[in-house]
Protein backbone atom coordinates (compact mmCIF):
# COMPACT_ATOMS: atom_id res chain seq x y z
CA UNK A 1 0.00 0.00 0.00
CA UNK A 2 1.45 3.26 -1.08
CA UNK A 3 2.28 6.41 1.57
CA UNK A 4 0.09 8.56 0.24
CA UNK A 5 -2.59 5.92 0.57
CA UNK A 6 -2.27 6.26 4.68
CA UNK A 7 -3.60 9.25 5.43
CA UNK A 8 -2.93 8.78 9.78
CA UNK A 9 0.79 7.95 9.01
CA UNK A 10 1.31 11.34 6.53
CA UNK A 11 -0.18 13.15 9.84
CA UNK A 12 1.80 11.06 12.28
CA UNK A 13 5.09 11.77 10.04
CA UNK A 14 4.44 15.86 9.33
CA UNK A 15 4.16 16.17 13.13
CA UNK A 16 6.90 14.08 13.80
CA UNK A 17 9.08 16.23 11.77
CA UNK A 18 8.16 19.19 13.23
CA UNK A 19 8.97 17.81 16.54
CA UNK A 20 12.35 16.88 15.73
CA UNK A 21 12.79 20.22 13.99
CA UNK A 22 12.46 21.38 17.26
CA UNK A 23 14.54 18.73 19.46
CA UNK A 24 17.49 19.40 16.37
CA UNK A 25 17.18 23.29 17.35
CA UNK A 26 17.35 22.37 20.85
CA UNK A 27 20.25 20.09 20.58
CA UNK A 28 22.52 22.45 18.43
CA UNK A 29 21.71 25.46 20.88
CA UNK A 30 23.04 23.31 23.62
CA UNK A 31 25.77 21.18 21.85
CA UNK A 32 27.31 24.77 20.97
CA UNK A 33 27.07 26.30 24.26
CA UNK A 34 30.58 27.35 25.66
CA UNK A 35 31.24 28.83 29.21
CA UNK A 36 33.16 31.99 28.33
CA UNK A 37 33.40 33.07 32.10
CA UNK A 38 37.18 32.61 32.87
CA UNK A 39 37.69 36.23 34.46
CA UNK A 40 36.87 36.20 38.19
CA UNK A 41 34.19 38.86 39.66
CA UNK A 42 36.26 40.66 42.44
CA UNK A 43 33.10 42.43 44.03
CA UNK A 44 31.26 41.22 47.36
CA UNK A 45 28.25 38.83 46.60
CA UNK A 46 25.19 38.44 48.69
CA UNK A 47 24.09 34.82 49.02
CA UNK A 48 19.88 35.37 49.85
CA UNK A 49 17.85 32.17 51.35
CA UNK A 50 14.40 32.79 52.71
CA UNK A 51 13.00 30.03 54.48
CA UNK A 52 9.92 29.30 56.37
CA UNK A 53 10.45 26.33 59.37
CA UNK A 54 13.50 25.19 57.58
CA UNK A 55 15.44 24.11 60.27
CA UNK A 56 16.61 20.69 59.31
CA UNK A 57 17.75 21.90 56.14
CA UNK A 58 19.30 25.24 56.65
CA UNK A 59 21.27 22.54 59.22
CA UNK A 60 22.86 20.99 55.74
CA UNK A 61 22.83 24.15 53.51
CA UNK A 62 24.97 27.18 55.84
CA UNK A 63 27.59 25.10 56.38
CA UNK A 64 28.22 24.67 52.41
CA UNK A 65 27.32 28.30 52.08
CA UNK A 66 30.05 29.18 54.74
CA UNK A 67 32.83 26.79 52.86
CA UNK A 68 32.27 28.90 49.81
CA UNK A 69 35.54 29.20 48.32
CA UNK A 70 35.44 33.53 47.42
CA UNK A 71 36.65 36.29 49.10
CA UNK A 72 33.68 38.17 49.75
CA UNK A 73 30.57 37.34 50.14
CA UNK A 74 27.62 37.35 53.02
CA UNK A 75 25.01 35.04 53.93
CA UNK A 76 21.31 36.56 54.55
CA UNK A 77 18.65 33.90 55.51
CA UNK A 78 15.37 35.83 55.32
CA UNK A 79 13.48 33.48 58.23
CA UNK A 80 9.93 34.07 57.01
CA UNK A 81 7.62 33.53 60.51
CA UNK A 82 9.54 29.97 61.43
CA UNK A 83 8.44 27.93 63.95
CA UNK A 84 10.98 24.60 64.54
CA UNK A 85 13.88 26.57 66.02
CA UNK A 86 15.27 27.75 62.94
CA UNK A 87 15.09 31.28 64.21
CA UNK A 88 17.52 30.50 67.18
CA UNK A 89 19.70 27.92 64.95
CA UNK A 90 20.28 31.49 62.79
CA UNK A 91 20.56 33.51 65.77
CA UNK A 92 23.27 31.45 66.58
CA UNK A 93 25.20 30.88 63.56
CA UNK A 94 25.37 34.80 63.18
CA UNK A 95 27.01 34.44 66.11
CA UNK A 96 29.29 32.49 65.11
CA UNK A 97 30.19 33.11 61.46
CA UNK A 98 30.30 36.79 60.81
CA UNK A 99 29.56 36.07 57.26
CA UNK A 100 25.57 34.79 58.33
CA UNK A 101 22.96 37.82 58.42
CA UNK A 102 19.63 37.23 59.94
CA UNK A 103 16.49 38.64 58.92
CA UNK A 104 12.83 38.13 61.09
CA UNK A 105 9.27 38.10 59.64
CA UNK A 106 6.89 37.92 61.79
CA UNK A 107 4.41 39.41 59.58
CA UNK A 108 3.55 39.72 56.23
CA UNK A 109 1.92 42.66 54.66
CA UNK A 110 -1.68 42.21 52.72
CA UNK A 111 -1.16 43.00 49.22
CA UNK A 112 2.41 40.95 48.56
CA UNK A 113 2.85 37.58 48.70
CA UNK A 114 4.87 35.59 51.69
CA UNK A 115 7.75 34.67 49.53
CA UNK A 116 8.20 37.96 47.44
CA UNK A 117 8.14 39.96 51.04
CA UNK A 118 10.83 37.43 52.52
CA UNK A 119 12.77 38.36 49.03
CA UNK A 120 12.46 42.06 49.07
CA UNK A 121 13.94 42.09 52.35
CA UNK A 122 16.66 40.12 52.08
CA UNK A 123 17.44 42.33 48.84
CA UNK A 124 16.83 45.25 51.34
CA UNK A 125 19.12 44.00 53.32
CA UNK A 126 22.55 43.02 51.09
CA UNK A 127 25.27 45.00 51.63
CA UNK A 128 26.21 43.70 47.75
CA UNK A 129 24.92 44.48 44.27
CA UNK A 130 25.34 41.22 43.13
CA UNK A 131 22.45 39.42 44.54
CA UNK A 132 22.93 35.26 44.59
CA UNK A 133 19.92 33.26 45.19
CA UNK A 134 18.87 29.65 46.42
CA UNK A 135 16.83 27.97 48.65
CA UNK A 136 17.01 26.12 51.65
CA UNK A 137 16.33 22.48 49.96
CA UNK A 138 19.20 23.03 47.92
CA UNK A 139 22.73 22.23 48.05
CA UNK A 140 25.68 23.88 45.86
CA UNK A 141 27.48 21.41 44.02
CA UNK A 142 30.88 22.92 44.65
CA UNK A 143 32.95 25.22 47.17
CA UNK A 144 33.11 27.23 43.50
CA UNK A 145 29.30 27.60 42.93
CA UNK A 146 29.78 31.64 44.29
CA UNK A 147 32.61 32.11 41.80
CA UNK A 148 31.22 30.31 39.01
CA UNK A 149 27.49 32.25 39.08
CA UNK A 150 29.21 35.79 39.60
CA UNK A 151 31.70 35.44 36.79
CA UNK A 152 29.35 36.86 34.35
CA UNK A 153 29.24 39.97 36.48
CA UNK A 154 32.24 41.05 35.21
CA UNK A 155 30.82 42.61 32.22
CA UNK A 156 28.77 45.27 33.58
CA UNK A 157 26.23 44.86 30.96
CA UNK A 158 25.48 41.85 32.85
CA UNK A 159 22.52 41.61 35.01
CA UNK A 160 21.15 38.03 35.09
CA UNK A 161 22.97 34.78 35.86
CA UNK A 162 20.84 32.02 35.09
CA UNK A 163 22.24 28.57 36.35
CA UNK A 164 20.96 25.24 36.00
CA UNK A 165 19.11 22.92 39.10
CA UNK A 166 18.70 19.39 39.39
CA UNK A 167 17.32 16.86 42.00
CA UNK A 168 18.86 14.45 43.82
CA UNK A 169 18.04 10.78 43.20
CA UNK A 170 16.24 8.89 45.37
CA UNK A 171 14.70 5.76 43.78
CA UNK A 172 11.34 5.43 42.69
CA UNK A 173 8.71 7.16 40.28
CA UNK A 174 7.97 10.13 41.88
CA UNK A 175 11.71 10.68 41.96
CA UNK A 176 12.41 9.87 38.42
CA UNK A 177 9.22 12.09 36.70
CA UNK A 178 10.66 14.94 39.44
CA UNK A 179 14.01 14.82 37.72
CA UNK A 180 12.74 14.18 34.14
CA UNK A 181 10.48 17.31 34.58
CA UNK A 182 12.95 19.32 35.69
CA UNK A 183 15.04 18.85 32.71
CA UNK A 184 12.57 19.43 30.29
CA UNK A 185 11.76 22.60 31.55
CA UNK A 186 15.49 23.44 31.71
CA UNK A 187 15.50 22.04 28.07
CA UNK A 188 12.83 24.83 27.29
CA UNK A 189 14.69 27.83 29.10
CA UNK A 190 17.97 27.03 28.18
CA UNK A 191 17.35 26.85 24.51
CA UNK A 192 15.23 29.88 24.05
CA UNK A 193 17.62 31.33 26.25
CA UNK A 194 20.64 30.05 23.61
CA UNK A 195 18.31 31.87 20.71
CA UNK A 196 18.12 35.13 22.46
CA UNK A 197 14.97 34.84 24.72
CA UNK A 198 16.37 34.44 28.98
CA UNK A 199 12.00 33.81 29.32
CA UNK A 200 12.39 32.36 32.73
CA UNK A 201 15.08 30.81 35.40
CA UNK A 202 15.03 28.89 38.91
CA UNK A 203 15.19 30.56 42.03
CA UNK A 204 17.68 27.54 43.07
CA UNK A 205 20.43 28.90 41.41
CA UNK A 206 19.71 32.60 39.81
CA UNK A 207 21.97 35.75 40.33
CA UNK A 208 21.11 39.10 39.67
CA UNK A 209 21.84 43.27 40.72
CA UNK A 210 20.33 44.49 43.45
CA UNK A 211 20.37 47.36 41.36
CA UNK A 212 18.30 45.95 38.66
CA UNK A 213 15.51 45.24 41.26
CA UNK A 214 15.51 48.58 42.91
CA UNK A 215 15.27 50.56 39.42
CA UNK A 216 12.02 48.62 38.69
CA UNK A 217 10.33 48.66 41.71
CA UNK A 218 11.02 45.37 43.14
CA UNK A 219 8.29 42.72 41.80
CA UNK A 220 6.25 45.95 41.11
CA UNK A 221 2.72 44.81 39.80
CA UNK A 222 3.32 41.10 40.44
CA UNK A 223 4.03 40.90 44.04
CA UNK A 224 0.85 40.06 44.52
CA UNK A 225 0.89 37.03 42.43
CA UNK A 226 1.12 33.53 44.13
CA UNK A 227 4.56 32.30 42.56
CA UNK A 228 6.70 33.36 40.00
CA UNK A 229 9.35 35.12 42.02
CA UNK A 230 11.85 34.25 39.96
CA UNK A 231 11.27 33.21 36.32
CA UNK A 232 8.16 36.18 36.34
CA UNK A 233 11.12 38.74 37.22
CA UNK A 234 13.36 37.32 34.46
CA UNK A 235 10.65 37.23 31.99
CA UNK A 236 10.19 40.90 32.60
CA UNK A 237 13.52 41.81 32.75
CA UNK A 238 16.20 40.03 31.39
CA UNK A 239 17.05 40.62 27.90
CA UNK A 240 19.33 38.73 25.09
CA UNK A 241 21.90 41.77 26.10
CA UNK A 242 22.02 41.89 30.08
CA UNK A 243 22.05 38.19 30.90
CA UNK A 244 24.03 35.18 31.01
CA UNK A 245 23.84 31.33 31.03
CA UNK A 246 26.02 29.40 33.36
CA UNK A 247 26.25 25.60 32.63
CA UNK A 248 28.75 23.81 34.33
CA UNK A 249 29.34 20.60 36.67
CA UNK A 250 31.05 23.64 39.61
CA UNK A 251 28.27 25.41 39.14
CA UNK A 252 25.48 23.03 39.52
CA UNK A 253 22.86 23.15 42.54
CA UNK A 254 21.07 19.92 43.76
CA UNK A 255 18.06 20.16 45.40
CA UNK A 256 16.20 17.67 47.81
CA UNK A 257 12.86 17.06 45.89
CA UNK A 258 9.50 15.95 47.67
CA UNK A 259 8.53 12.92 48.93
CA UNK A 260 4.92 12.68 48.48
CA UNK A 261 2.84 12.88 45.01
CA UNK A 262 0.44 15.47 46.58
CA UNK A 263 3.32 17.71 47.44
CA UNK A 264 4.60 17.39 44.19
CA UNK A 265 1.68 18.60 42.49
CA UNK A 266 0.87 21.32 44.49
CA UNK A 267 4.39 22.57 43.39
CA UNK A 268 3.39 22.08 39.87
CA UNK A 269 0.48 23.98 39.75
CA UNK A 270 2.28 26.81 41.55
CA UNK A 271 4.85 26.53 39.00
CA UNK A 272 2.05 26.26 36.27
CA UNK A 273 -0.06 28.26 37.32
CA UNK A 274 2.57 31.91 36.59
CA UNK A 275 2.98 31.08 32.97
CA UNK A 276 -0.62 33.16 31.94
CA UNK A 277 1.92 36.26 33.30
CA UNK A 278 4.10 35.32 30.80
CA UNK A 279 5.21 38.24 28.13
CA UNK A 280 2.50 36.91 24.78
CA UNK A 281 5.46 36.10 22.84
CA UNK A 282 6.30 33.42 24.99
CA UNK A 283 3.29 32.02 25.67
CA UNK A 284 2.43 31.39 22.31
CA UNK A 285 6.28 29.49 21.82
CA UNK A 286 5.71 27.61 24.68
CA UNK A 287 2.09 26.46 23.39
CA UNK A 288 2.90 25.80 20.40
CA UNK A 289 5.90 23.92 20.79
CA UNK A 290 4.39 21.76 23.85
CA UNK A 291 1.01 20.95 21.21
CA UNK A 292 3.44 19.69 18.42
CA UNK A 293 4.84 17.44 21.28
CA UNK A 294 1.40 16.23 22.14
CA UNK A 295 -0.18 15.81 18.73
CA UNK A 296 3.12 13.41 17.91
CA UNK A 297 1.76 11.06 20.62
CA UNK A 298 -1.98 11.27 19.23
CA UNK A 299 -0.79 11.04 15.68
CA UNK A 300 1.30 7.78 16.89
CA UNK A 301 -1.54 6.22 18.74
CA UNK A 302 -3.76 6.88 15.84
CA UNK A 303 -1.54 5.59 13.16
CA UNK A 304 -0.84 2.38 15.42
CA UNK A 305 -4.17 1.70 15.84
CA UNK A 306 -5.22 2.36 12.13
CA UNK A 307 -2.41 -0.10 11.44
CA UNK A 308 -1.32 2.77 8.77
CA UNK A 309 2.24 1.74 7.87
CA UNK A 310 3.90 -0.35 11.23
CA UNK A 311 7.15 -0.45 10.18
CA UNK A 312 7.52 3.29 8.81
CA UNK A 313 5.63 4.28 12.05
CA UNK A 314 8.30 2.00 14.32
CA UNK A 315 11.32 3.97 12.52
CA UNK A 316 9.67 7.89 12.73
CA UNK A 317 9.26 7.09 16.57
CA UNK A 318 12.47 5.62 16.98
CA UNK A 319 13.97 8.38 14.77
CA UNK A 320 12.42 11.17 17.78
CA UNK A 321 13.33 9.07 20.68
CA UNK A 322 16.91 9.30 19.57
CA UNK A 323 16.98 13.11 19.01
CA UNK A 324 15.24 13.45 22.57
CA UNK A 325 18.01 11.49 24.20
CA UNK A 326 20.68 13.62 22.37
CA UNK A 327 19.21 16.22 24.42
CA UNK A 328 19.09 14.49 27.53
CA UNK A 329 22.78 13.71 27.08
CA UNK A 330 23.66 17.44 25.76
CA UNK A 331 22.15 18.84 28.58
CA UNK A 332 23.59 16.78 31.29
CA UNK A 333 27.24 16.79 29.38
CA UNK A 334 26.83 20.86 29.91
CA UNK A 335 24.93 21.15 33.25
CA UNK A 336 27.53 18.66 34.88
CA UNK A 337 24.69 15.94 36.23
CA UNK A 338 25.97 12.80 35.82
CA UNK A 339 23.06 10.90 37.17
CA UNK A 340 22.19 8.56 33.41
CA UNK A 341 18.68 9.78 32.84
CA UNK A 342 17.83 7.82 29.79
CA UNK A 343 15.35 5.94 30.82
CA UNK A 344 13.16 9.26 30.80
CA UNK A 345 12.63 8.97 26.84
CA UNK A 346 10.56 6.25 27.92
CA UNK A 347 8.63 7.74 30.59
CA UNK A 348 7.87 10.50 28.31
CA UNK A 349 4.43 9.84 27.27
CA UNK A 350 2.84 8.99 30.99
CA UNK A 351 5.22 12.33 31.79
CA UNK A 352 2.90 14.11 29.42
CA UNK A 353 -0.42 12.48 30.62
CA UNK A 354 0.29 13.82 34.38
CA UNK A 355 1.45 17.09 32.83
CA UNK A 356 -1.70 17.73 30.94
CA UNK A 357 -3.85 16.49 34.08
CA UNK A 358 -1.42 19.10 36.74
CA UNK A 359 -1.69 21.72 34.01
CA UNK A 360 -5.91 21.85 33.85
CA UNK A 361 -5.24 21.37 37.77
CA UNK A 362 -3.64 25.10 37.64
CA UNK A 363 -5.88 26.70 35.61
CA UNK A 364 -8.58 26.01 37.70
CA UNK A 365 -7.33 25.30 41.15
CA UNK A 366 -8.06 28.22 43.63
CA UNK A 367 -4.81 29.88 45.33
CA UNK A 368 -2.23 27.75 46.49
CA UNK A 369 -0.29 30.08 49.69
CA UNK A 370 3.99 29.43 49.86
CA UNK A 371 3.99 27.15 52.75
Not at 92 to 103: F, L, S, T
Not at 149 to 155: H, L, Q, R, T
Not at 156 to 175: D, H, W
Amino acid sequence: MHFLDQPFFLVFAAISALYAILLIISFFSLATYRNKFDKIYSDGVSIIVCARSELNNLRQLVPLLIKQDYKDFEIIIVDDRSEDGQYDFLMDMAKKEPKVRHVRIDHVPDHIQPKKYAITLGVKAATNDVLLFTDADCRPSSNSWVEKMSAPFVNPKISFAIGYSQYFTSGGLLNAMIRWDTLQTALQYITLNRLGNPYMAVGRNLAYRKSVFLENNGFGSLQSVLGGDDDLFVNKHAKRNNSALVLGETSLVYSVAKKTWSEFIIQKVRHLSVGKHYRWIDKVILRVAGAIRYLMYVTLITAILSGSQPLAVAIVYFFTLVLLLMNVLAIQFKSGERKNMWWGVVLDLVYLIGYLVVAAKAKFSPKIRWR
